[in-house]
C-alpha cells in the first residue's frame, strides 16, 4: 500500500489533481482512497472539508466526513501541534490514516498549499509525507518568473518527491515551458509529470455556488444548477443593442434590474448560463417559460446589480473544485497532459 501527497506552491489546484488521479486509479482496477490529513479552519468557518466530501462522493467512499479530514486546526493550533507536541500529532495522523488505508492498495492525500510562503504548512507537509512514507507531487502555477532552485529545495525537504506538474499555463506558452521548464528542473534532479494548459471553464463557478453566494432564489431550470458560469455581464444600456452586446461572451451569468423584462428576454436569446434578476422583483412570466425552454436557470437577489456584480466576481476567483462537470472537464486534461509513466513508476506501481 502507498500513499500519495499532493501539495501546490500556491493556493489553487490539488482538489482538481486528487479527484482525477484518484479517478484514474480506480478506473485501472487499484483499490483508491482519499484523505485530507490536516485542514487548517478559518474564523466563521462551519465546514471546511467540502474537498473531502466531495472526492468521497466521487469515489463512492464509506469512510465518515470525520476520518476523511481527521484533523481540523487554526494556523496557530497546528503550528503548536508541530513544535510543541509532534509525536502526539503524528500519532495521531498515523491512526487516522490505518483507518482510511485498510484494504486499500493508494491513498491519494489533498495536501496543504502555498509551500513558498507558508511556513506551518511546509512544516505540516514534511511531518505528514515523513509520519506516513508519502510519496510526493508538487503543484505549481505557472509563472514567467519561476525559482526552480528553490522549488527543487522545498520539495526536497518535505519528503520523497516523485515530480512536479507545472499548472494554468498559458496556451501560447506550453511547448516553451515543456522544453525550458522541464530542462530547468531536470537539472535539479527533478522530473515534470504535467504541464496542464489554463482551461476557462475550470476557473468558472457553478450556478448552485452563485445562488448560494449571493443567497438568491433558483426559480428555472433547476436540473441546470450544475452547469459553470465563466464570465458575467451587466444588463445592457439599451434594447436595440443589447443582443449584439450579450453575444460577446458565453458562458456567463447575465444581472438585469428585475424589472427589466426586454432585457431579460434578450439575453435568452444569447448562450447565457444563468440570469441573475435583482431588487428581489419576480420575472413575468413570460420570462420564466422562456427561461425553461432554452433550459437557462433564473436567480431571484435582493441586491442592486452592482453588489451582485461583485459578490460574482468574488465567487469567480474563489471558485472551488467540487463539480461533477469540472471533473470530467479536468479529467480529459489529465489524460492528455500527466506522464502516467513516471507517476505510476515514482509510486512503484504497474501503469
Known amino acids: 500500500m502507498v500513499a500519495l501527497y499532493i501539495t501546490s506552491t500556491a493556493s489553487a489546484g490539488k482538489t482538481a489533481f486528487c479527484a482525477s488521479i484518484a479517478q484514474k486509479l480506480l478506473g485501472s482496477g487499484l483499490k483508491t482512497g482519499f484523505m485530507v490529513p490536516v485542514h487548517i479552519t478559518r474564523a466563521g468557518e462551519i465546514n471546511g472539508c467540502g474537498d473531502a466530501i466531495f472526492i468521497r462522493d466521487v469515489l463512492k467512499l464509506a469512510e465518515s466526513d470525520e476520518l476523511l479530514c481527521p484533523i481540523r486546526l487554526s494556523q496557530q493550533e497546528l503550528w503548536r501541534n508541530l513544535t510543541e507536541d509532534e509525536a502526539n500529532f503524528s500519532q495521531n495522523l498515523k491512526e487516522a490514516y490505518r483507518k482510511v488505508s485498510h484494504g486499500k492498495d493508494i491513498v491519494v492525500l489533498e495536501g496543504l498549499g502555498n509551500l513558498d510562503t507558508d511556513k506551518v504548512s511546509m512544516l505540516a507537509s514534511h511531518t505528514i509525507a515523513n509520519a506516513l512514507a508519502a510519496k510526493l507531487v508538487i503543484l505549481i502555477n505557472y509563472s514567467s518568473k519561476l525559482n526552480v532552485p528553490r522549488i527543487a529545495r522545498t520539495g526536497n525537504k518535505i519528503g520523497d518527491l516523485i515530480g512536479v506538474i507545472i499548472n494554468l499555463v498559458p496556451a501560447s506558452k506550453i511547448d516553451k515551458v515543456k522544453r525550458d521548464l522541464k530542462n530547468s528542473f531536470a537539472k535539479e ?35 441546470k444548477a450544475d452547469n459553470t458560469v465563466e464570465n458575467v455581464m451587466l444588463g445592457a444600456m439599451t434594447v436595440d443593442s443589447s443582443v449584439i452586446y450579450y453575444s460577446r461572451k458565453e458562458n456567463k451569468a447575465v444581472v438585469v434590474r428585475g424589472d427589466r423584462a426586454d432585457m431579460q428576454i434578450a439575453a435568452l436569446e444569447t448562450p447565457t448560463t444563468c440570469l441573475i434578476l435583482t431588487n428581489g422583483v419576480k420575472p413575468l412570466p413570460v420570462v420564466l417559460v422562456q427561461a425553461e425552454e432554452k433550459q437557462v436557470p433564473v436567480i431571484i437577489v435582493k441586491q442592486d446589480a452592482t453588489t451582485a456584480v461583485a459578490g460574482i466576481e468574488k465567487a469567480l476567483i474563489e471558485s472551488r473544485f467540487r463539480s461533477r462537470q469540472k471533473l470530467e472537464i479536468f479529467s480529459k486534461v489529465l489524460e492528455n497532459c500527466l506522464d502516467f509513466e513516471v507517476l505510476y513508476s515514482g509510486l512503484g506501481l504497474k501503469g
Open 189 to 223: 534532479g527533478i522530473a515534470v509529470i504535467g504541464v496542464y494548459p489554463e482551461v476557462r471553464s475550470l476557473l468558472g463557478v457553478t450556478v448552485k455556488e452563485l445562488a448560494k453566494t449571493l443567497d438568491g432564489e433558483i426559480l428555472a431550470a433547476l436540473d
